[in-house]
Nanobody, 121 residues
Framework: QVQLVESGGGLVQAGGSLRLSCAAS????????MAWFRQAPGKEREFVAR????????NAADSVKGRFTISRDNAKNTAFLQMDSLKPEDTAVYYC??????????????WGQGTQVTVSS
């Protein structure tokens, strides 16, 4: 098993940047593909970005492509989401997840508690 803890969320103005971190404990992070999902109030959880076990493959949702970058440091057991050019519609709770390389939440067995990202206009 692996435990995940997100950090780095906060309040930022439109056009600003934030870097989210997802620290893992327990089993080595390299055992899992990683992903970020987000959920805005009244909406379903949606895929943001994913990265394969050793970072060879990445994929991002069209809504964030070119603005968000997913990465990982297996030696530090940490995954990251660099978010640039933030928009008010990016406001959501962001979750990191560990599991298989998928853009479907059901592909992930382990989830963090979430970190709030709020983008003001």
């Amino acid at each position: 098993q692996v435990q995940l803890v997100e950090s780095g969320g906060g309040l930022v103005q439109a056009g600003g940047s934030l870097r989210l971190s997802c620290a893992a404990s327990g089993r080595a992070l390299s055992s899992y593909a990683m992903a970020w999902f987000r959920q805005a109030p009244g909406k379903e959880r949606e895929f943001v970005a994913r990265i394969s076990r050793y970072g060879t493959f990445t994929n991002a949702a069209d809504s964030v492509k070119g603005r968000f970058t997913i990465s990982r440091d297996n030696a530090k057991n940490t995954a990251f989401l660099q978010m640039d050019s933030l928009k008010p519609e990016d406001t959501a709770v962001y979750y990191c997840a560990a599991g298989t390389y998928s853009n479907d939440p059901t592909g992930y067995d382990y989830w963090g508690q979430g970190t709030q990202v709020t983008v003001s206009s």
